[in-house]
Each structure stands twice: as C-alpha cells, then as structure tokens.
C-alpha cells in the first residue's frame, strides 16, 4: 500500500497556495523601508491597476505550472492581506497563526483566522493555534520549512520574538533554527532565504548577524549556498516560489538565473513592482497550504476518520 503525503483530492496538482487578490492593495502606511506613502498618494489608481495586472500575471505562472490556488476575499482597509506568506505557519495540516508587531497588519488577524477555519471545514486542515498573547510570529514570512532538511528556519528581531521558535518547534515537533536578522530592511526571513527542494539554500548574508551566517553555514554544504548579490535581495528576489524544479521571483539578475540553471531549476520571472513598494514579492503574496513532512502520513488520519465513522 503506497503512502500519499497528500490529501486526495489535491494529488492531481503540484502545490495548493493561498492567494489574496489586491482589490484594496495599496501603501497607505509605513512599517518597512520599502513604504513610502507619498509616494504612492501621487497615482494610487495607476498603481492599484499596476499591482492588479501583476498579482494576475503571478496567478497565470502557478496555474500554468499546476498550482491549486485558494482565494482568501480581500477586505478594504488591510492592504496588507495581499501577503498571505505573513498569515500562518502551516505544516502537516496544522496551522499557527501569525501575531503581528504592528497594530496596522494585527488587523488582519481575524480574517486569516476565519479563513483557515473555512479550510477546516472542508478538512484541508485539521488543527488550529495561537501563540500565547505576548510573542510575535509573522507566520511563514519569518518561519520558512525546508524540504530538504525536513526543519524550519526562524527569522526574528524585526518582527517576530526569537522566543516563538521553541513554541514552533513544539507544536510540530519540528527541528527549528533560528536566525537574527540584523537590518531594517530585510526584515523578514523570507526577503533573505530560499532554501530549495534539491537542498541548496539561497540566501542574502548581509541580512543576517555573523552567528546566524555561523549557523547557516553549519547546516548547508558549501556546494549547496547559493549567495544572493546585495541587488538581487534588494529587489526582492531571493523571496521566491520553489515548486520542484520551478522557481517562481521576480525578475533577477542573469548571474542568479545562471547559478540557478546550472542546478537544473526553471526560473520563471514575473514583474512585481508594485508589490516592491509595500516590501514584499513572489513568496510574500503566497502561501502553501500542502506542507507536509515526510514522517507525515496521510493514511493515517483518513484512516482514524474511517474507523470513528464505522464506530457511529
Ligand atoms: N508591507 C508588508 C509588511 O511590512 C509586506 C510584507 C511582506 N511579506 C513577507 N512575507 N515578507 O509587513
């Protein structure tokens, strides 16, 4: 009898990502370098379609490459729904969710909170979390799974607490690394690592403090660090979609598009400007929903299901 990793019905695709359509995107706030809300002020209506024709184009390469995507509605007033990377952390059908530095983003909470029971209603998911009140965690944003190394990576100092990597761990019963991002404008992991499916990391050194780099280079072979230029993690490419051999950012430079090539990943570029300016890229808009560990068997719960049902 074979094992699934995945639930049934999504074996047909690739990945299941959460989405948020940009309907109410815009930067009317600051909590980044990136955000400058004068600047945006000067043709919000020019930029709004902007970021609707990119967050569309971004849609098109998942589907096209067999992406299941899972809308979340947009609401008015949190423009920053749109990264649902910052939602939650989810693996192996549970989710943590996120709790937010900024009060700005902390009102989002409710509304990832009701999407994900959504999603355990229709049993993609099985179990939900909150951090206790007083730890910040902005979800897989700052807590990045690598397939490879079957761990987390967690990003802390600008946004979430280097306190929330032990309450990870232990409600995954996950391995986690944690990593002090010392600048304010990678300030969440994801802008700075990539760890990829064949288990090369890509990774922006300057983001992180000499012991984190210490750390990094404890657990990732020398042949298997992909460095990022100061340009590329600038422009936020190293903030990237792995789906196997696909890799999905924005457009980088030939030099990274090379190293990935010759690794035999198919780096597919998608413009996202307008996300730019709020400070996040490919990986931010997204979320994978189908995390699974290799320890995890699906069999196994649809199985305890089938019995409580033959039981009733
Ligand atoms: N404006 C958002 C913020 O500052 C951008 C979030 C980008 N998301 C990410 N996962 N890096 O929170």
């Not at 699934?4 to 009317?28: G, N, Q, W, Y």
């Not at 050194?205 to 990732?220: D, K, L, M, N, T």
């Not at 924005?250 to 413009?271: F, W």
């Not at 699906?298 to 409580?308: P, R």
Request: aromatic share 10%.
């Amino acid at each position: 009898m074979s094992v699934h990793t995945k639930p049934a019905d999504l074996l047909k695709h690739r990945a299941h990502i959460a989405m948020c359509p940009p309907h109410f995107f815009e930067v009317s706030y600051s909590i980044n370098p990136f955000m400058e809300p004068t600047r945006w002020e000067q043709d919000p209506l020019a930029y709004q379609t902007e970021a609707t024709h990119q967050w569309n184009q971004l849609a098109d390469v998942l589907a096209r490459l067999g992406v299941k995507v899972e809308l979340l509605q947009p609401h008015p007033g949190v423009p920053d729904l749109v990264f649902t990377a910052n939602a939650a952390i989810v693996l192996n059908k549970k989710v943590l969710m996120a709790r937010f530095k900024h009060p700005e983003r902390q009102a989002e909470e409710p509304f990832f909170k009701a999407f994900f029971q959504m999603l355990k209603t229709r049993g993609l998911i099985e179990e939900i979390a909150d951090l206790p009140p007083s730890i910040h965690q902005e979800g897989a944003g700052d807590c990045v799974w690598d397939p490879a190394r079957q761990m987390f990576w967690a990003g802390y100092g600008p946004r979430s607490d280097m306190g929330a990597a032990s309450f990870v761990s232990e409600f995954f019963g996950k391995k986690v690394v944690p990593l002090k991002l010392q600048t304010a404008q990678f300030y969440h992991l994801d802008v700075s690592m990539a760890p990829l499916t064949g288990g090369e990391l890509v990774y922006f050194p300057g983001a992180f403090s000499a012991a984190s780099v210490a750390q990094i280079r404890e657990h990732v072979a020398e042949q298997d660090l992909i460095e990022a230029s100061l340009e590329d993690a600038s422009q936020l490419c190293v903030n990237a979609v792995n789906i196997e051999k696909d890799i999905v950012m924005a457009p980088c430079s030939d030099r990274l598009r090379g190293q990935l090539e010759d690794r035999g990943y198919c780096v597919h570029q998608v413009p996202l400007g307008e996300f730019w300016k709020s400070g996040g890229a490919a990986f931010c808009l997204t979320l994978r929903l189908d995390r699974f560990s290799s320890d995890f068997s699906h069999q196994d719960s649809s199985k305890a299901k089938l019995q409580v049902v033959q039981t009733v």
